[in-house]
């Protein structure tokens, strides 16, 4: 596939395949999120939802294929390069700052993001935000719902929390596509509502979301487009109602379970 | 072919000794999870019994039970037993710790309770080292080389039929994958653990003892560069396969051979690269192997459950309570240093000068493992640049001493930049083994040169002349006062990094790389930084170390030294930089305190010794001994006085983190 027609787009993956010694974890899969809009990646355990999603953040190196965002390529981009242009992610098995503050979280997240630790003067300076990044961490503390726990150390906090932690420190900055992976896994039917609401609100803003989740009624609650992947191959895409009737993936799903 | 077996023959006893402690390391790096360092010394142990039971006219056969098949196996029991077992298999940086403490105490232990007199070497086990046995292709070959061979090659007949036999294996892969799991289901590790560090200090007993006749004497250092060269041979296998590192083992002692062989004896080759050999090839196999690399994503599926260590107290007692214990201390402070100015005796104020000096050091440590997490075995490497290059210009250029000592600290900050370059993806282990192996080749390879470390009969430094002050003259008070003035410099500059946005950077980094990374943090630039920074500070401190004695040798700041360094800082608080002062100054204070005992027990051995057991508590107190019990009392007299503090999540991380200690993997 030519990567040319993506250009002006949000993120694109273009036929990328990974190899674990002899096993294939992903085979071919082209994968396109515009700016705002939120794509559902659905598939089994071990179809290689995690595995695209390091591919896309840098985590992983893919065997072969391409990796584009806004245009330009990302290949080769060490992770935290990627996080600059635009990439912002969450983890399946959370990667959280134990002992710091959700404050912390948010101010650390869009220091590095704007600029980097690309200043001298950051070796000196006392660590506080600026007042814009004091209005935005104010802002994102509100969107995910920790306003009232923003001091606390996140080791202190349950596991739902820590995942919109996770999700508030990639929304933070303005990235240009979120990816999720599995961030309801673990929360409570309130923390379950934060976390739609707060999804929804991502497309007014042009950031696109590629969000990795089991649970269906949420990916037919907030996705645009959902694709469904099974041992490392795309089955099937489209919206959700239609998806769901396909047979391929009634296959797949109930071949799992059973 | 007469010439090259000529040369390589001798290197194969050697080859083999590094072939078992290489299979050893394996062995309980595959069952146990633990990178055991504590080889060499334990192989030290055996040697040393074997030496002193021969020396008692104990017939060899029943020296060599008593040293390899009772001793070693039963050290290996205890330290599973009563140390590695309580350490969660995650906590990576406990684990090294725990191994360097160990490293460093047993041999301190032995000598303590038998001298550290020179002991000769007795001759081989069986056969007489003097006799040729037999040719091969018409190279004579020796009783010692024979000896060790056979010894070898029964010893891997054995290895490998229990290994390949029974569900021993099996079960040991379990074990490895993850302990924590094996338990939930039910099986019993107990017994593989067991077998398995039984077993491979067994083969470290061996390796010790069949090394002693190869040198004259017996000497701790030895053994050192035979872990490292085990080290590097199990690194050929990448630390998995026990066929290729009984191979690497071989291969390298025939090189070694070979080395020594061609290179003239005049040669720089012979003088630089021949002793080098083994670090060179340790350091090579971990930046370039990717799966040595690796080592640390080998992940327990189960982790994620250990709870990190507390925050340290003076953060979170209560507001009264703050007040009174800083005002508190600084009134101590002071008191201290007009103490040391007016009444304390001479010698008491040079070991408190020391313990100032030491302090700048270890803030170096506070700085690579503190707040970024890593483990480097080479701090004292650093201290030394600093001090070599300070008493080179000095004594051949006539720069002043302080001005040396900032080029020193200068230097050693480039050196640490360009040493954390190779090792910008490594961390945990392998690059605390890289740390190792670059401080041992600067032993090995630099500093004996004269123009590097001197002469062996040392270095003459002046000390400073500040104005119409100098330091020399006046006593060693002045020395005090200027040290002083360093410390809190340093103290003020590694504070301000720690406030600093660098400082949260490294606070992420430290505890999750990758979510670090995913915000947009660069770990090398963080790495490269942190390292230098930490080079400079310990090449500052080893430079008015230098001063204070005003002399130093090439062996000043071996490796022993980074290994000591790191147990002490571990033991005060290595995440404070109160911690490192606490470090310096008791680390002197107990060295002298200590020296008013009778002979060998006021040798500093036992100083070391202390240390190091109180290191061993690493895993149940990471904070540190001293910072646990100083969150211990506070709270205790929060309780007493009944103030509220902040210190109420802190009492909930505690016990968490006690609970976890309880139902760890096999306790
Ligand atoms: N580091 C790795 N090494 C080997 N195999 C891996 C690795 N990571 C993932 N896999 C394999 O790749 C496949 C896809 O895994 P993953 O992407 O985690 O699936 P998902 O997130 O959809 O559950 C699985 O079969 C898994 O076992
Ligand atoms: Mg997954």
New binding site residues.
Partial sequence: MDPLPERDRGLSVVSVSVR??G?A?LEGVDLVVDPGEIVGLV?P???????LINCVGGQLVQSSGSVWLGGESLDGLPPFRRARRGVARTF?RIAVFPELTVREHLFIAARARRRGGARWSELVDRGRPDPDESAEIATTLELVGLADRADAAVSTLPLGACRLVELGRALIGRPTVVLADEPSSGLDARERATLATVLRTLPAQGIGVLL?EHDLPMVSLVCDRVVV?HVGRVIAQGAFQAVMADPAVRRAYLGQVA | MSTFLSYAVPGIPFGCTYAIVAMGLVLTYRTTGVFNFAFGSQAFVSAFTYTVLIGEGIPTWLAFVIAVVVLAPALGWVLDRFLFRRIAATNTTAKLVSAVAVFVALPQIVLLMFGSATRFSPPPLFLDAGRVYLHLFSTPINGLELETVIMTAALVLVVSAVLGASRFGLTVRAAVESPRLLQLEGVRSDRVLSAAWMGSSLMAGLAGVLLVPQYPTLQFNNYAILLVAALAAAALGNLADVQLALLGGILLGVVEGLASGYFSTSSVWHTGLLPAIPFLLLAILLVTRGRLRALEDTEDPLAGSDPPPPVPIAVTRSAELDRVIKLGGRALAVAAVVSVLTWVPGNWAFTLTAGVVYSIIFLSITLVTGMSGQVSLCQATFAGIGAFVAAQLAVHHGVPILLGAVIGALGAMVVGALGALPALRLRGLPLALLTLALALLADNAVFPYSWAGGPASGLNVPRPQIGSINLATTSSKGFFVLALLVLIACVIGVKVVQRATVGRYLDALRASPLGAESVGINPSAARVFVFALSAGLAGLGGALYASLQQSINPADFNYQFSLVFVVVVVTTGVRTVEGAIQAGVSFVVVEQLLSYLPGRWGSGGLAIVLFAFAALTYARHPEGVVEFQKRLWTERAERWLGLGGRSDRIVEMATASTGTDRDGPVA
């Fill in positions: 674990f010694g096993i974890a598939g355990n071990g179809a290689g939802k995690t595995t399946q990795v992947l």
